[in-house]
């Protein structure tokens, strides 16, 4: 065994072609440190949508970790390791790694076509940019046919199992076995041998190349102990996967069906594909024509008496804003879940942002209002998504739930949660037939408190009733063109909403005291480097506290009080400042707005210099 | 609540608001007393509608009733009878409503062949809107939106439902009520989309729009009610008949007296003969009337169900889904 | 002659069912009043959707007019007069006419049946409740088939003339002669002589009814002077004309085509219908099979160098929002008018209201930022098209017109402009090509002051290029994943929005003080009210000023310094408070928000009464 | 600059982002080809397109282009025809594109017949999301969104053409230059709304779904190339033919050699026997290609334009339309 490092954290960025396998290469890697209990946060970073010639820029894959035995919340700022599987790969990571960092390099792919495809003039390896990282070059692919060689595949086929000798060595690098994904590999080629058998081969070969090559005399194992996690049982989750079996367990909870309507679109189909296995469940799923067919049928099966939910991205939800009106009007449960892309328009459909919050809580016409509720990590979607069903159900109404292209493909280790102490989900029955009371109105007679009304659906003996877009009776439920009853109607689906806020539980705060100097308000998958950030600025002794949103519309009831305990607040967000216009708006407050908008995570680092200049700005005789 | 249900016990308190005179009205009438007529009851049957004067009718019968959005009703309905399969699901849709906005809908589910009764109104014109001409509407058209007359050709419903893909298609006039109860009742019977055009009279914007064929001086020359496994013959004297050229490939008409061998016998199943009939031209040929086409096939409800793992049932727990990956525990 | 009252402005209001021709029997009392040099303004009150069955309340069509000596500027709060042609008529109308109006009441349509219809159980001629009006009773139906009789019509056809009997009267009651509306009758039936026979019949009968019957014993004939208007050449005019034949003007004024493409909706269709009367002038129609087409085919004539232009209501402009993001991205120019109506969903297609602020404003996925402008009177609606059209062309970006179903349909004198008078509107013309430069680059090549790219079709000689939805090179035009380049293409979609205020007027004064204690804030068409109001108030000695917003994204660069003048700032608006939240984010002021959605416009009194209010409750030593 | 133009001057410096292998390649190069064959310039030309992969395709022709937003290429592009009537427009969409998302709009184009060449890669999957069955994947297509095999019955985008009232369609395989380049040239030849099918391998999410008739040792069995006028014979010795079996009113295999006077002779203008081609069954039948139906009539937009009281010219002003009503001076 040869000497190790240890560290506490490390971030490694693996780098390749699309068609490289370098998702399937860092899940692997994760899979293996997540049973090792390291906590971790991935972060895949895929191409622009097509993929793109081999050796391009433009078509290099990216598949980011951050690893930790101390609690991990980013897929971290800057990688420590970088692998590069083509002169590309290098040219596009190379900026964003740390100094200093080992960077593995598939040699045999740096040849002097690959080098002009990826727009180098001159190889990096000898030009000098590399000074001052640690290079460790091997050829990859080379070495992969000869693992393989015996097995009698193709060159091509060969050439794929490229990635496995690379984890492989990457194993070796972090001090791990490859027992788990050996075993992956031969369950998941089990009924293709050659195949198994030359990726077994590969993998093998890699591991003992970084035993027994020179490679040691450069690299030196890192070991990065296990985290403390509390007690529990635990998985590695991604955010659609939370996503979808929060939707399933809240669909158990409340005992009813759930029906899912989608039209694919980047990124928010993870979310379809997950729930279309989930049919044991009673889960079913429906690929509609498009995303107005896709709301429409969620409401029908609502209207069916199904939970009925719906998801897309910006572009996809502009076209649901009608239909949503529509569940509004007719007081539907419904769930439409924005996995949020770049904008505007097509914009960015593979990057990630935060700027479809004006669209969830202004984009429809008339005075509209919906709950907004938001995801920060991949295991907290599961909850989130029972939380919105929870709202739906109680107060018939749509919730919009906001998630991001991030949080998607993002994962994390995560603890099983105990599902008998979930809270069964109320759902407003059927009431017995009233004969006193017209039955339209019985479907109308809606809960004082939370503003439901009762679901009764299609099938129920003598309730028949009619629902529509057109302004109802506030006692009837028939169609009123009466304009008091229109101003009363308009109250009712606000209070509605604001009734949300008598049943959610109090803001919390993430860190800190409930009374300061600075207030950081964060929303969404900017929780982890805000949180990263707020830590280590409080560390140096600072006033700062951190407030971080699930409900955005409405707010808790006693965000204003907090808010009114510090001096000044900041909204880091990514976008151009959506929350900010919001807070602005309900506290008449003027925060300081900290926005980014180039398609990735926030940096820890950047945060921290922001939080560290906000309160140097701050006048010393501001304090509370 | 054993006796039979008439078509009184379908329908609503709600104040019918068509202006006087338009053909809803009698469409209402034969759809409340075939209801009644085939059995069904008021808890299982839905009316779904999308907007327009023709969307209105939900309002007016008395079972679970949807008006929901401009074109969409389809969609609403799809997902409605997929996750309440035992429902009937009746579609009321427009000229303007199934074929301009919500064309895309109505073409999807009649591919997937949803069991949904999709009636289309055809006034030929957006009667709610004040009477712009629609996609149904002829060449010349003079409307509010086209003062010189429409150019668009306009779009022949049958054809663009069997170019969807649709299995079942019918045809009625709105003040036919036994025609029109018994495409209805073909319409139920049909277990898939079924596609029902109905001729409707807009009084107050396309008046009379269909009177080549519907006036009762006209009616027996200018219609011919199929009926499948009969003779395709019409006229006052029913001396005129509907034969094929295999020449032309076209539909002639015949002296049904001289050339009685030659007569097209109604077949609902053969398409190719349904396509020529939808695509008649007036006056020179008789309006074809009854279920033009129709030929089984599974509807999309139950490949659906069948090809659904537990069939839209419950039959495992999430506790054990969660669990279905690799775990570990730290204690 | 009888002896005459003289007022300084008379509210008048007819009702009858939607057949009994009230819009077009208030039309032409107007076209006489204007002709008079009346100032006046209507408000034609449509019932809901569909024709109802005669005589039911759901069913009653009006038509209100204010005319005065004096400027008026709004269709009056409580009619004077109120014409009833039937049972269901007077019911609808009683509750909001003043306290002791003349009631004419059309009285053979008060048979029992037509009171039960209208849900009398009573005859109100005779149950007291018209105690305190003056209540004036004609067998119009019968006077009038009398008048028809020699003519030879069918009854029916002969009850159709109603409407002309009872203008003739009622012109006779504002002493004016049935000249004009001869004129129009002959005109308008010139090729069916039986009608234009019957209907002059009719006119001058129940103006002679009114000078020999003993109806001149109940009522006086009124007077209402000429108003002062500048001297000048006056038409009348409808907000949806006005709106329509700004856009021509404007296309002549930029000398391009013009291509409208819409889809019918309720109060939205009138543009369509009057733009497709315009060929004349190089404007081009076209009925679209959906709102979606109806945008999409305005942006590819846009691309094709023609000004596209949109319209619809709420509804329809939420099925747009996909595609005006693409106008954004695109950088084309795109007029997209809103004829706002009660929402949401369905909601009140007939009835008023603005509460599509927040959607014209934040109603897109991602960073998404539009000019919106808002007309605030019927002739109005004409500047307003053209500074719109005016944003789009220098800054090459959609813009948002908000109108509503009220200014669409109602009416007032208009002094006819002088269109030399009107700037030209400069177009970023297509540039010389440019060898040194990519073509692709050439239309990328955007003025630094607007942000404005130049304007290149297809048709043009060796400027090809692509255009997209995907994020675009700042420089280059070209596709663009990259981060950075998305951050300054956001800030430089932001600035161009900005950048409007550097080319748009000040904004003014409406009323008032520049400093002051209230300032009233209003925007679209509630300036007729909130100005009435303010201006009754100030009367009173009171210090409220009043701004009234046509510029609304951005706002004018003043305003703030406006708003900052005063100590409290006050917000009228037919939503549930839009506008407010706006001002909020933009100022970070706590204005009061005064709310109205009853589907009709704001009532002056009801505004004095909330200016008042909100002066007492300010402390007195709040002053500036 | 006089020299006749290149399909090089119709490349533009744009890399191609498809995967190595993908169908889009073949077509491109057709395309560009055909464009300096027809004589085309780049000014005059704009390429218009949805999204998808297919959709890229305007930023690979140096002409004016547009990328549009998902499925509204056929309303952008008759914006764009209407107003600027000589431009050549054609569309590129796919599957998904036209036919799910799109599908009304380019039921409306075709219906309102505007002059637009449609070009439809059919790869029946969407490849941009990855690899999702589309309206056109066959029943049982195994995809992530259909992990136990879709149950949707699929479109005929033939059959949805001609049943939109489209007066052009067209049928092609991605590879085959000379069938491809022969309908594109025949649908830049046709005035009004074209629609050709392409037959698009997608390499990475539905390789080799038409392998039945595009592998090479099928080709001559397994595809009959149509010439208007031409009898209808295909196979690998040209001995089968096409004929119309008048009893079932269906099209049938007979040996060429012994029945050559039953076998038809392809009618581009005949609707009937258009619609059983596109609708024969493989592989039972061979894939019919080339120009499948083909009626002329008058596109929308030249109707338009002569129905537009000027011609789309300002031919009045403003000033006297403002004052056509009436008006009244004040002094
Ligand atoms: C999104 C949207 N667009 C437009 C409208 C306006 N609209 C209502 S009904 C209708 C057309 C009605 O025509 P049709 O479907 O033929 O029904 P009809 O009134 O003739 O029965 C239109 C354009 C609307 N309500 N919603
Ligand atoms: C409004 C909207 N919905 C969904 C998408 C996602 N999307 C992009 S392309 C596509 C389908 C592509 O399939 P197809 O048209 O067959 O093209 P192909 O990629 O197969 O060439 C989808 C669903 C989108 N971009 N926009
Ligand atoms: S407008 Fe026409 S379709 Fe509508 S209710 Fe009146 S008559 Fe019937
Ligand atoms: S995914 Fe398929 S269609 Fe798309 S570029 Fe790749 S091979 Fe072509
Ligand atoms: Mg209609
Ligand atoms: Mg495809």
């Known amino acids: ?624 | 609540m054993n006796a039979p249900l008439t078509h009184k016990d379908f329908t609503t308190s709600q104040e019918v608001r068509w202006c006087p005179g338009c053909g809803d009205y009698a469409i209402l009438r034969v759809v409340t007393k075939t209801l009644a007529e085939i059995g069904a009851t008021r808890e299982n049957t839905a009316f779904v509608s999308g907007i327009g004067c023709s969307s209105r009718f939900p309002y007016y019968v008395e079972s679970y009733g949807f008006h929901t959005i401009h074109g969409r009703a389809p969609a609403v309905a799809t997902g409605l009878k997929l996750t309440n399969p035992e429902l009937d699901v009746w579609v009321v849709t427009g000229d303007g409503d199934g074929l301009s906005i919500g064309g895309n809908h109505l073409l999807h589910a009649l591919r997937r062949n949803v069991d949904l009764n999709i009636l289309l109104f055809n006034n030929e014109i957006y009667g709610l809107t004040k009477g712009q001409y629609s996609p149904t509407s002829r060449v010349g058209t003079r409307s509010p939106s086209s003062p010189g007359g429409s150019t668009d050709m306009p779009l022949v419903p049958g054809q663009f439902a069997i170019g969807a893909g649709s299995k079942f298609y019918a045809r009625a006039i709105d003040t036919d009520k036994v025609g029109l109860g018994e495409v209805l009742k073909a319409s139920h019977a049909h277990k898939g989309a079924s596609m029902i055009e109905i001729y409707q009279n807009c009084i107050v914007y396309n008046d009379n729009v269909f009177g080549g064929f519907t006036d009762k001086e006209n009616v027996k020359d200018s219609q011919i009610k199929l009926v499948h496994g009969e003779p395709m013959v019409f006229g006052a004297e029913q001396n005129k008949g509907l034969a094929f050229d295999i020449k032309t490939m076209a539909i002639t008409v015949v002296d049904a007296n001289k050339h009685a061998d030659e007569i097209l016998v109604h077949d609902e199943t053969n398409k190719v003969i349904a396509q020529l009939l939808i695509g008649m031209p007036r006056p020179q040929f008789p309006v074809a009337l009854g279920v033009i086409f129709h030929q089984p096939a599974d509807p999309f409800d139950k490949t659906y169900y069948n090809n659904h793992v537990s069939g839209m049932k419950r039959t495992g727990n999430i506790k054990d889904v969660l669990r279905k990956t690799t775990t570990w525990k730290v204690d």
């Not at chain 1, 590399?130 to 992969?144: K, S």
């Not at chain 1, 900017?526 to 600025?537: D, E, F, L, N």
Request: hydrophobic share 40%; net charge negative; with cysteine.
């Open chain 1, 1 to 624: 065994m040869t000497s190790k490092t240890e560290l506490e954290s490390v971030v490694i960025r693996l780098a390749g072609d699309s068609g490289d396998g370098m998702q399937l290469m860092g899940s692997q890697f994760v899979a293996t440190t997540a049973k090792l209990g390291n906590d971790f946060a991935t972060f895949p970073d895929y191409p622009a949508e097509i993929r793109a010639p081999v050796g391009t820029t433009f078509g290099v894959s990216a598949y980011q970790v951050n690893l930790g035995s101390v609690s991990i919340t980013t897929a971290g700022d800057e990688p420590h390791v970088l692998v590069a599987f083509n002169p590309a790969a290098l040219k596009v990571n190379l900026a964003i790694i740390a100094k200093g960092a080992t960077i593995l390099l598939n040699s045999d792919a740096f040849s002097s076509r690959n080098l002009t495809k990826a727009g180098y003039t001159e190889d990096p390896r000898t030009s000098g940019e590399l000074d001052g990282y640690n290079v460790v070059e091997a050829d990859i692919g080379r070495l992969t046919l000869e693992a393989v060689k015996e097995l009698g595949l193709s060159k091509s086929d060969g050439g794929r199992c490229k990635n496995l000798w690379a984890l492989g060595l990457l194993l070796w690098m972090f001090d791990r076995d490859i027992k788990m994904v050996s075993e992956w590999v031969s369950n998941k080629f089990a009924k293709k041998e050659v195949i198994r058998d030359a990726n077994l081969a590969a993998l093998q070969a890699g591991h003992i190349y970084g035993e027994a090559s020179e490679i040691s005399a450069y690299v030196t194992p890192i070991a990065v102990k296990a985290a403390t996690f509390p007690p529990g049982e635990y998985r590695s989750i991604m955010g659609a996967e939370a996503l979808a079996l929060g939707l399933a367990a809240a669909a158990e909870k409340a005992d009813r069906k759930m029906m899912f309507c989608g039209y694919p679109i980047t990124p928010a189909s993870a979310l379809l594909h997950r729930l279309s296995q989930l049919g044991e469940l009673g889960v079913g799923t429906f690929q509609a024509e498009d995303e107005i067919a896709a709301v429409c049928s969620a409401i029908g099966a609502a209207f069916g008496g199904a939970i009925g939910v719906t998801a897309s991205s910006g572009p996809g939800i502009a076209l649901k804003a009608e239909a949503i009106g529509l569940a509004v009007n007719t007081e539907l449960p419904l769930i439409i879940v924005n996995a949020q892309r770049g904008g505007p328009s097509t914009g960015l459909p593979t990057k990630t942002e935060q700027s479809d919050l004006y669209q969830a809580v202004y984009g429809r016409n008339g005075d509209t209002p919906i709950p907004v509720v938001a995801t920060r990590s991949p295991g907290d979607c599961f909850y989130v998504a029972i939380e919105a069903v929870r709202i739906a159900l109680r107060h018939m109404t749509p919730v919009i739930i906001l998630t991001d292209g991030y949080l998607q493909n993002a994962a994390e280790p995560w603890e099983i949660p105990d599902v008998d102490a979930i809270e069964p989900i109320a759902t407003n029955d059927a009431p017995a037939r009233d004969e006193d009371v017209e039955r339209q109105q019985q479907a109308f007679t809606r809960n004082p408190d939370t503003g439901g009304r009762p679901w009764i659906s299609p099938g129920t003996l003598d309730l028949m009733h009619r629902v529509g877009g057109i302004e109802k009776d506030i006692v009837t439920g028939h169609i009123s063109y009466d304009g008091e009853n229109h101003s009363a109607m308009s109250d009712l689906r606000a209070n509605k909403v604001k009734s949300v806020a008598d049943f959610i539980p109090l803001q919390e705060l993430e860190m800190g005291e409930t009374k300061g100097r600075l207030l950081v308000i964060g929303w969404g998958s900017t929780y982890g480097p805000i949180y990263q950030a707020v830590k280590a600025v409080r560390e140096t002794g600072a006033d700062v506290s951190y407030v971080h949103l699930t409900y955005i519309q409405p707010f808790c009831k006693n965000l204003g009080d907090i808010i009114n305990g510090f001096d000044q607040v900041m909204v880091p967000e990514m976008n151009m400042g959506q929350l900010n216009t919001l807070l602005k708006d309900r506290f008449s407050i003027d925060p300081i707005s900290v926005t980014q908008v180039t398609g990735q995570p926030f940096r820890i680092s950047n945060l921290k210099k922001k939080i560290t200049a906000a309160l140097k700005a701050m006048q010393p005789g501001e304090a509370a």
